[in-house]
T-cell receptor, first 114, second 114 residues
Framework: DSGVTQTPKHLITATGQRVTLRCSPRSGDLSVYWYQQSLDQGLQFLIQYYNGEERAKGNILERFSAQQFPDLHSELNLSSLELGDSALYFCASSVSPGGNQPQHFGDGTRLSIL | DQQVKQNSPSLSVQEGRISILNCDYTNSMFDYFLWYKKYPAEGPTFLIS?????DKNEDGRFTVFLNKSAKHLSLHIVPSQPGDSAVYFC?????????????FGQGTTLQVKP
């Protein structure tokens, strides 16, 4: 158990819809990261937050947005969903925003677009 | 542009033997490298890491070797056990930066046969 909690585990929805994925980081971790793993793809970095503020952005679509709340949990919002958005979405956390330290991952949310 | 590459999609070894997983990278600015293990329906689990100031790091049965001139790292598992069967990802980051973006390889599926 990594201590990172993601909900829901599975999400099935239709094209054009909007969903929210939730992540609670490990106790004591201030930085949260979101990654996407599509079929046959490695994990792709989407976005990072540290103590409530955006710290780094990857190839995140404009239809996607995220935020980190004062209690440090984070939400990833995906809107105007397309078939290609079907993927595993992982959240990870670490104590500080950079430096030589590992990130600890949750078990992911599997998003299926029908 | 794939900055971190794992050229072997799969590897099969006999229980008790050594497993060697390889990873190549292209960006010489990477200075922190990590290996993660992933079981189906779970998130990646941190295994071991190495800073670019070292060429070897050991933790129990797991050893990571870094060859900076060749831009190559490898993970050795000795002895291999059936429970090691999983997908292994290598990842790299700019360790000195103040962001934690990880760049992952595509993964290598390891099968350890009893």
């Amino acid at each position: 158990d990594s201590g990172v909690t993601q909900t829901p585990k599975h999400l099935i929805t239709a094209t054009g819809q909007r969903v929210t994925l939730r992540c609670s980081p490990r106790s004591g971790d201030l930085s949260v990261y979101w990654y996407q793993q599509s079929l046959d793809q490695g994990l792709q970095f989407l976005i990072q937050y540290y103590n409530g503020e955006e710290r780094a952005k990857g190839n995140i679509l404009e239809r996607f947005s995220a935020q980190q709340f004062p209690d440090l949990h984070s939400e990833l919002n995906l809107s105007s969903l397309e078939l290609g958005d079907s993927a595993l979405y992982f959240c990870a956390s670490s104590v500080s925003p950079g430096g030589n330290q590992p990130q600890h991952f949750g078990d992911g949310t599997r998003l299926s677009i029908l | 542009d794939q900055q971190v590459k794992q050229n072997s999609p799969s590897l099969s070894v006999q229980e008790g033997r050594i497993s060697i997983l390889n990873c190549d990278y292209t960006n010489s600015m990477f200075d922190y490298f990590l290996w993660y293990k992933k079981y189906p329906a779970e998130g990646p689990t941190f295994l071991i890491s190495i800073s670019s100031i070292k060429d070897k790091n050991e933790d129990g049965r797991f050893t990571v070797f870094l060859n900076k001139s060749a831009k190559h790292l490898s993970l050795h598992i000795v002895p291999s056990q059936p429970g090691d069967s999983a997908v292994y990802f290598c990842a790299a980051k700019f360790g000195s930066s103040n962001t934690g973006k990880l760049i992952f390889g595509q993964g290598t599926t390891l099968q350890v046969k009893p």
